[in-house]
């Protein structure tokens, strides 16, 4: 998840980068439409695509874990709280030992 921010926001200081030196070649009345869809296609469509890609990467590991049973468990983050580090489908940072039930 912090890839999909880190990469978004790099993305983002390229685009608004790169638009502000090319600035001159567009047509001030074009330059939003420009903007607009660049930000579209090259930030905004990549983050949804990734992070579709991250929620079916870990779908097991978001429903039908010990895990996600468990209160120290972030959903969002696919994150063990107690332990911060990521559970997958082989692997449970505290081997069940820690686990406690939500409310
Ligand atoms: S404490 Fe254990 S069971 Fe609970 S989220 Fe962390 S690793 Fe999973």
């Given at each position: 998840m912090g890839g999909i921010v880190y990469w978004g926001l790099l993305r983002i200081a390229i685009v608004i980068i790169l638009l502000w030196f090319s600035?001159?070649?567009?047509d001030a009345k074009y330059f939003w439409i420009i903007f607009g869809l660049a930000i579209y296609i090259v930030v905004i469509h990549p983050i949804i695509a990734e992070y579709k890609e991250f929620v079916v990467k870990n779908r097991n590991v978001i429903n039908n874990s010990l895990c996600s049973k468990c209160?120290?468990?972030n959903e969002t983050a696919v994150l063990?709280?107690?332990?911060?580090e990521h559970p997958t489908d082989d692997f449970t940072p505290c081997d069940g030992l820690d686990w406690e039930a939500k409310n």
């Open positions: 600035y001159d070649y567009f209160k120290h468990f063990c709280m107690k332990y911060d």
